[in-house]
T-cell receptor, first 114, second 110 residues
Framework: NAGVTQTPKFQVLKTGQSMTLQCAQD?????MSWYRQDPGMGLRLIHY???????DQGEVPNGYNVSRSTTEDFPLRLLSAAPSQTSVYFC?????????????FGNGTRLTVT | TQLLEQSPQFLSIQEGENLTVYCNSS?????LQWYRQEPGEGPVLLVT?????EVKKLKRLTFQFGDARKDSSLHITAAQPGDTGLYLC??????????FGQGTRLTINP
């Protein structure tokens, strides 16, 4: 099984450019989420979705948009990139958000904004 | 906002030594999870602890959830180079959100 697939693995943007980070899972998971990982700050939740058509904000949502038109896909959009968005982005999914439903992570997208 | 503080942030020890990593909060969590992350990869779940005082063992790794469900510890016995990685604790803080600590970067030297 592919699990959680993120593309691209690396991306360099100029300030003000827009882009979409792709995330797809083939495990029929209802819950999907996006985190950013910065040195010394752990993983911070950007947006999450508990099912197709439903999204909600996490801890650091500003500057990011998401949509969930299908169960499989959960793209993250940067409308106008800023240097503060330089980070490693992880997509994660789980069957639901119950206690016995572990998060499965993709291998991340390393984004640099110059 | 519920916060999880991990200590130490960095730990470098020799193969065969024992170590303990701590995850503390002033908030109560309904459960805590421990993940390990290797370079270039996403975190992978090691264990979930749910009940206050619960102890779970995974080979040489022992995980404990505090009685008040505000803290957790990870103890590794006879550390091996394969244990090297970033260890993250995460708490189920409610509202379907998982809150992560900042991580402990562990290096085991041969």
């Amino acid at each position: 099984n592919a699990g959680v697939t993120q593309t691209p693995k690396f991306q360099v943007l100029k300030t003000g450019q827009s882009m979409t980070l792709q995330c797809a899972q083939d495990m029929n998971h209802e819950y999907m989420s996006w985190y950013r990982q910065d040195p010394g700050m752990g993983l911070r939740l950007i947006h999450y979705s508990v099912g197709a058509g439903i999204t909600d904000q996490g801890e650091v949502p500003n500057g990011y948009n998401v949509s969930r038109s299908t169960t499989e896909d959960f793209p993250l959009r940067l409308l106008s990139a800023a240097p503060s968005q330089t980070s490693v982005y992880f997509c994660a999914s789980s069957y639901n958000r119950g206690l016995n439903s572990p998060l499965h992570f993709g291998n991340g997208t390393r984004l640099t904004v110059t | 906002t519920q916060l999880l503080e991990q200590s130490p942030q960095f730990l470098s020890i020799q193969e065969g030594e024992n170590l303990t990593v701590y995850c503390n909060s002033s908030s109560v969590f309904s459960s805590l999870q421990w993940y390990r992350q290797e370079p270039g990869e996403g975190p992978v779940l090691l264990v979930t602890v749910v009940t206050g005082g619960e102890v779970k063992k995974l080979k040489r790794l022992t995980f404990q959830f505090g009685d008040a469900r505000k803290d957790s510890s990870l103890h590794i016995t006879a550390a091996q180079p394969g244990d090297t990685g970033l260890y993250l604790c995460a708490g189920e803080g409610g509202a379907q959100k998982l809150v992560f600590g900042q991580g402990t970067r562990l290096t085991i030297n041969p």
